[in-house]
């Protein structure tokens, strides 16, 4: 029997008790209209929807709210106007300790509309994609909200890809303008995003403007004929109204990587997007107002998206966000900011709980926590000794933890228990959020009852379902709809226990997840076959300590290349910079083959079970083209 932790009592008021998640979970499947109709009211709609969920799998075609008319700018900003102006809305802290912003909803407001009328005095308008390349700064969540005001898609790239995959994200969706700043501090060391941006504008795009704030004031090159310096800009102050906006016109693209080919742009809409971002922040994490949420995700990612900025501000919150990292200047600078700040909300990714669990528990008690409230984890399994550590040392066994599902396709949270309402199991992410159905589903495509193990689909539509991937709708319905017909298949494989708790168990397709972050093994693959020396290489993920998965690359070389530990190098670099840092391979195993099979194709089950030393369980090896290959590649994994 797994551990099972009982909820900390629920606080007077709390948002969902047991008995109304029972109650509101069975309305939500029962009466999905009527349910979905009564939560779009926490936003405020120029027109309300009457036309709920119209959706389908087979053809795939997705629909919600969508004769409504709103605004998600709107939504976070203006709205708060007359009852929160004076309220933070955005409080900063900078990579030095104690450098601090705060942005109340008025000031929040001056800025948003600035940065739209930036944007439509240099021509951009409704259904543009725009591209955001930024660190942590406040910009960058006033540049995704000035977008939805005026209907521009934002397309926000991780500050931390390389020109490379920046300039593959700009032409994929065609971006003509693109908002970044000079540069960006992490850990000490500047981040040189607009030297970045030149770079991957070098190589050809369709981009014609690019706004550049100013926040650190290192040196860059200035292009006259397309750069623009934010601050210098003239006539920005007058008013710039939201635009009205369709429910499914789009709101964002953001590229996230697949099994297969480059990463896809998955689009969200407007109407869909905001419900489910606004119910599940209002639920997950039962907010109320005056409390301050720290989400440590970066807004390149979904979950800064969802839970730096739509979520919190859609909600009236105040959002904390954070331009350093965890381990600087020392490995207590989370629970320092958690002191100085008050935080009561505080979500993190189980690699940063790991990592800084191996410091032991000094650099938490040091510091008062006792504003936390409440504790969250999301972006890959987390495994119960974390858990145990993040439960009571961080929380002193005092604050509930909710582990949450989620996808960059799902746009929130899907499966997670809720404060107040449910036991918790370390390891496990809990039950359905409303309107979610999990199915699990064998390899014929059975669906399985009761406890049991399988790969999770959901078997119905939620209003923040992805619509399509952007420019190539047959590639969504490839993708998610093709393994079992009738349904959105997550890639994850999944457990179910006998009280309905579900245990993620990982991606059962080629994605990797490391440290948190999205990778296709086929991105690093064309990464490393790209230099010069590579002839062929097969990526695998394999058990890490810290990053939950680490990167192990087979390499084959080209005649006369040597296979030394400059290559090593020279290789690990070479992904740096085509991809990202986080794409860097951990175990880099020349091999003179890749074990085949007669048709040719590379055995990665095998590669997969080497990388990760369970040498007794390779299973059939009497396929392959070379059956003695494997004993080397054994023998190179024992020396590593
Ligand atoms: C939000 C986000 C999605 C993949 C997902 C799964 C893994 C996320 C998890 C989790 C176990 C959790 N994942 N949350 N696995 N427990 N609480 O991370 O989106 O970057 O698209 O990654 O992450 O494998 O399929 P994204």
Redesign the pocket.
């Known amino acids: 029997m797994a551990e099972r932790i009982p909820v900390p009592a629920a606080r007077e008021g709390t948002h969902c008790t047991a008995a109304q998640y029972e109650e509101l979970y069975r309305r939500s499947i029962d009466d999905p209209d009527g349910f979905w109709a009564e939560e779009a009211r926490r936003l405020d709609w120029f027109t309300a929807p009457t036309r709920i969920a119209d959706w389908s799998y087979d053809p795939v075609a997705i629909r919600w709210f969508e004769d409504g008319v709103l605004n998600l700018c709107h939504n976070c900003v203006d709205r708060h106007l007359p009852e929160r102006a004076d309220d933070v809305a955005i409080l900063w802290e900078g990579d030095e300790p104690g450098n601090v912003r705060t942005l109340t909803f008025r000031e929040l407001h001056a800025e948003v509309v600035r940065m739209a009328n930036a944007l439509k005095q240099l021509g951009a308008s409704k259904g543009d994609r725009i591209t955001l390349y930024f660190p942590m700064i406040p910009e960058a969540a006033i540049a995704m909200l000035a977008c939805a005001r005026i209907g521009a898609i934002h397309s926000v790239v991780f500050g931390g890809f390389s020109p490379e995959a920046l300039h593959g994200r700009i032409v994929d969706c065609a971006s003509r303008f693109v908002i970044t700043c000079d540069g960006g501090m992490r850990g000490g060391k500047l981040v040189p995003l607009k030297a970045n941006v030149d770079a991957a504008l070098a190589e050809g795009t369709p981009v014609e403007a690019v706004i550049v704030v100013c926040h650190l004031g290192n040196e860059i090159a200035f292009n006259p004929a397309t750069d623009h310096w934010y601050h210098e800009m003239a006539d920005l102050d007058g008013d710039c109204p939201c635009a009205s906006m369709n429910a499914e016109d789009p709101l964002f693209i953001l590229y996230?990587?697949g099994s297969t080919g480059k990463p896809k742009g998955?689009l969200h809409t407007t109407g869909g997007y905001a419900v489910w971002a606004a119910t599940t922040f209002h639920y997950v994490f039962d907010y109320r107002p005056g409390e301050l949420f720290w989400c440590t995700?970066d807004v390149g990612?979904?979950?800064g998206h969802?839970y730096v900025v739509y979520g919190p501000l859609a909600n009236g919150a105040t959002t904390l966000m954070f331009e350093g990292v965890p381990n600087y200047p020392d490995s207590s600078r989370f629970w320092d900011m958690v002191e100085r700040h008050k935080v009561d909300i505080f979500y993190t990714?189980?690699t940063a709980i790991r990592a800084l669990m191996r410091e032991g528990d000094g650099p938490v008690k040091k510091h008062d926590r006792s504003s936390i409230r409440l504790l969250g984890?999301?972006?890959?399994?987390?495994n119960p000794e974390a858990w145990l550590w993040y439960w009571r040392v961080v929380g002193d066994e005092r604050c509930p933890i909710v582990?949450?599902?989620?996808?960059?396709?799902?746009a929130g949270?899907m499966?997670?228990t809720l404060p107040g309402a449910h036991d918790m199991k370390p390891g496990s992410?809990g039950l359905p959020f409303f309107g979610v159905v999990p199915e699990l589903v064998d390899a014929d495509g059975q669906v399985l009852e009761g406890a049991a193990s399988g790969n999770l689909c959901l078997a119905r539509s939620w209003p923040g379902q992805m619509r399509t991937v952007y420019g190539d709708h047959e590639r969504f319905a490839q993708t998610y709809f093709s393994a079992y017909r009738g349904k959105y298949f997550?890639?994850?494989g999944c457990r179910r226990d006998e009280d309905g708790y579900y245990w993620?168990?990982?991606?059962v397709d080629d994605?990797l997840?490391v440290a948190?972050?999205?990778l296709g093994t086929a991105e690093v693959e064309s990464a490393l076959v790209s230099h010069p020396k590579v002839a062929e290489a097969a990526v695998v993920g394999y058990p890490h300590d810290i990053k939950g998965q680490g990167i192990y690359a087979y390499v084959t070389l080209v005649v006369d290349a040597e296979p030394d530990a400059a290559l090593e190098q020279e290789l690990r670099q070479h992904v740096r910079t085509e991809i990202s840092p986080i794409a860097t391979p951990d175990i880099i195993h020349f091999t003179p083959a890749l074990p085949k099979t007669r048709s040719g194709k590379i055995m990665r089950r095998i590669l997969r079970k080497i990388a990760e030393n369970e040498f007794g369980s390779l299973g059939d090896t009497s396929t392959l083209a070379d059956p003695s290959l494997v004993d080397a590649l054994i023998e190179g994994r024992r020396n590593r």
């Open positions: 996230t990587s998955v995700a990612w979904v979950t969802t990714a189980p984890t999301v972006g890959e399994p987390i582990d949450t599902w989620w996808q960059t396709e799902t949270i499966i997670t992410a997550t890639g994850d993620i168990t990982g991606r994605v997840n948190g972050h999205r």
